[in-house]
């Protein structure tokens, strides 16, 4: 079976396209700019090389009839035909309290997918005119959602709910959903495959950290707590998020600085984070670089972001009365052995002790980085949530077309 996932923002789409048969990447690619004349399509055959193109797709039907297209190309394409396509996977980032899986989109599903629009307005909208477009385009194909909440759908009410009047949750739905769910998922499966023990009998801390950052808290096979809250704003710094800090500052900065409720949203989705505190650096390439040659701003940045993290993985450890492993997935999690280090060697209080040399190796593969004695395994783990859109859609797809009993 051939899988075609989807991620659909507002004004960008990326795919990639599976065989379920060897679960390898035929082809991955993105479209970007959509809605103007100079929208790029991005596509790149596996083993072949990347090709762009510029032209005009001014909605997300013909995105998607326009990477339909390339896929079937007799020169850069990897499918005979449409046909080929069996199924397609798309990323929906809100499912609220209704999804705590990966399910088949049908009317039901899409209407509570709109519903959603008010707990995450900048995500949501994308996902389901993604599944429109391929409903427009491959009318007959299963489609299926995974949502970045559902893994964190477990969470017991004391780590969920918020100490405030019961009515935002009652009537609003404000409580804690996590996000990075399919990510945080996919690095404890394979932490606890590679360690050779079942993950219910783990105490497991995940983090992801990225652009976007969260922890979770893995205890009983499950997602116990985990940083990011209602919204992904909550929780670690971040490249331009705040993360966690006192609520009382936004009434303040409104009334202050005379700002609106958007202005404040905005100041701390975008421009907050390592990007405020080193004075304009969002990557933390850059920081750990300026650090090293004296930028105070920039050693202030690194500094809070490790410590905030840190913060959370002792949290945490207290959350399960104890840790046995830990993860680093994404992109500072899987790159950045400076900042693992400088995490992990403040916490040989938990029994974590760092095998140097293993983190400094550089490689793309799964790896264990703590010492043979280290009491904590630790482990970085390139995420692949992709594959576990694939996978899902595989399972949920396969169960459409099998008659059930
Ligand atoms: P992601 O959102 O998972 O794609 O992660 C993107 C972030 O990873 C970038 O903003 C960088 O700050 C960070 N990153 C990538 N490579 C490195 C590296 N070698 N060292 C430190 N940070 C890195």
């Not at 909605?59 to 326009?66: F, G, L, N, V």
């Not at 609003?172 to 009998?201: C, M, N, W």
């Not at 005379?258 to 505190?277: I, R, T, Y």
């Not at 650096?281 to 040659?293: H, K, Q, V």
């Amino acid at each position: 079976m051939n899988i075609l996932v989807i991620n659909a923002g507002s004004s960008s789409l990326k795919y990639q396209v599976f065989d379920m048969t060897t679960e390898s990447v035929l082809a991955r690619g993105k479209v970007e700019r959509i809605g103007m004349e100079t929208a790029m399509l991005t596509h790149e055959p596996t083993g072949r090389p990347e090709l762009r193109e510029v032209s005009e797709i001014l909605d997300h039907t013909s995105a998607i009839r326009r990477v339909l297209r390339i896929l079937i190309d007799p020169k850069e394409g990897v499918l005979r035909s449409i046909e080929e396509v069996h199924a397609a996977g798309h990323r929906v980032v809100h499912g609220g309290e209704a999804f705590s899986g990966s399910v088949k989109v049908d009317d039901k599903v899409k209407e509570e997918i709109k519903r959603l629009f008010d707990l995450a307005p900048l995500h949501n909208p994308g996902a389901l005119t993604g599944i429109l477009a391929v409903e427009a385009n491959l009318p007959d194909i299963p489609q299926v959602v995974v949502f970045d909440t559902a893994f964190h759908q477990t969470m017991p009410p004391v780590a969920f709910r918020y100490p405030i009047p019961n009515v935002f949750y009652r009537k609003h739905g404000v409580r804690r959903y996590g996000f990075h769910g399919t990510s945080h998922q996919y690095v404890s499966d394979r932490a606890a495959e590679l360690i050779g023990k079942p993950l219910e009998q783990m105490k497991m801390i995940t983090c992801h950290i990225g652009n976007g950052g969260s922890v979770t808290a893995i205890l009983d096979g499950k997602s116990f707590d985990t940083s990011m809250g209602m919204t992904p704003l909550e929780g670690l710094m971040m490249g331009t998020r705040s993360g966690d800090i006192d609520p009382a500052i936004v009434p303040f900065a409104m009334d202050k600085e005379d700002l609106s409720l958007n202005e404040v949203n905005s100041m701390l989705n975008k421009h907050s984070g390592l990007f405020a505190v080193s004075g304009g650096m969002g990557d933390m390439r850059e920081i750990i670089e300026a650090a090293g040659e004296g930028d105070r701003n920039a050693k202030l940045a690194f500094d809070m972001y490790e410590y905030r993290l840190r913060k959370y993985i002792g949290a945490y450890a207290a959350a399960m009365n104890g840790i046995d492993t830990l993860v680093f997935t994404a992109g500072v999690g899987e790159n950045s052995a400076y900042l693992r280090k400088a995490v992990c060697d403040k916490l040989t209080f938990l029994g974590i002790q760092l095998d140097d040399s293993a983190n400094e190796a550089r490689s793309r593969d799964d790896r264990r980085i703590s010492s043979p004695d280290s009491r904590v395994e630790v482990w970085v783990i390139p995420t692949n949530e992709e594959l576990m859109i694939a996978r899902d859609t595989f399972r949920e797809a396969s169960k459409a077309l099998t008659p059930q009993a």
